[in-house]
Structures are given as C-alpha cells and as structure tokens.
C-alpha cells in the first residue's frame, strides 16, 4: 500500500519481479517505478481533469489487448491517461451498485486475467505471473469476534 502525495491517491501495486521495457519520457523517478512489471489498484480523491472522486487499475507495461476487455459494472470504462489505459469506476456510480464490494472486484478483473506472462524459461506456462494472496481465514480464533465490523469488512 502507498500514498501518492502528488494526487493524493492510496493504490495497492503488485510488482512482478521482472523487469518492464523501459519507459520512454516521463520523469527519472516514473522510470525507475516502473523499471518493473506492475499492477496497480487504487483509489484517486480526483483533480483539475477529473473532478469526482475514482478507483482505477492500470497495469505496467500494457497487456496486449487489454482495452478490448470487457468491463463490469456497466459504468467502469477504459480511459487514456498519459498514454497508457486505465480502468476507472467513479465513485458515486460503485455507491449506486446492488453489491458495491463485487462491483469493485469486478472492475479491476480485466487486469489480473492480462497480466503479463512469465518471460520463457522462467518457470511453467502456467504459472501465475503475480504471487498469489495469501488465503482470508474468516473463521473465529481465541481473542477475535468474526462479527466485529473490522472482520465484516474484510470476510
């Protein structure tokens, strides 16, 4: 998890471990963040050119094709930012949403099925190109109350 203090946005970035082509412009610090393979999830508070508050996922480098992956919910939409795409869900529109929480998984979905793939050589085909997360455990334990809102939110 990270604070971009620049934009005031709080993402959580998945980095592969391998390295990314390198970036062509921006500045010397964009090109050494993504000097590697990433994911990244977020949420923006918005700014000058997009004035209402978002989540967006993006991935670096681009997988091919990923702009012609279907989104969900209906209102998530490709957008271009700086060159490059990124799924964004406005807030008000995931807040309108039957299941909020699904609606979200589901917007960031197109991401994680395109991530890059392991270069050749690195291991087998099928191995995921992101460690995967480790598994939720929502049942109750010495100390803990499943039914806290804390446990809810996360179960």
Not at 16 to 21: K, Y
Not at 28 to 34: F, H, N, Q, T
Not at 72 to 82: F, G, V
Request: contains cysteine.
């Amino acid at each position: 998890m990270h604070l971009f203090w620049h934009s005031f946005d709080l993402a959580l970035t998945r980095f592969s471990g391998r390295p990314a082509p390198e970036m062509t412009g921006g500045s010397a610090s964009d090109r050494e963040a993504y000097s590697h393979e990433v994911i990244s999830f977020g949420f923006w508070a918005g700014d000058q050119n997009l004035r209402a508050p978002a989540f967006y996922s993006y991935a670096y480098p681009e997988p091919e094709g990923l702009k012609s992956e279907p989104l969900r919910p209906a209102a998530a939409s490709w957008i271009d930012q700086r060159g490059s795409t990124l799924a964004l869900l406005m807030y008000d529109d995931l807040r309108a949403e039957r299941d909020p929480h699904a609606a979200l998984l589901d917007s960031s979905r197109p991401l994680t099925r395109t991530a890059p793939a392991a270069p050749a050589g690195t291991g087998p085909p099928s191995s995921p190109p992101f460690p995967p997360d480790p598994p939720l455990n929502c049942t109750s334990s010495a100390g803990a109350d499943p039914g806290t809102r804390r446990a809810r939110a996360l179960c």
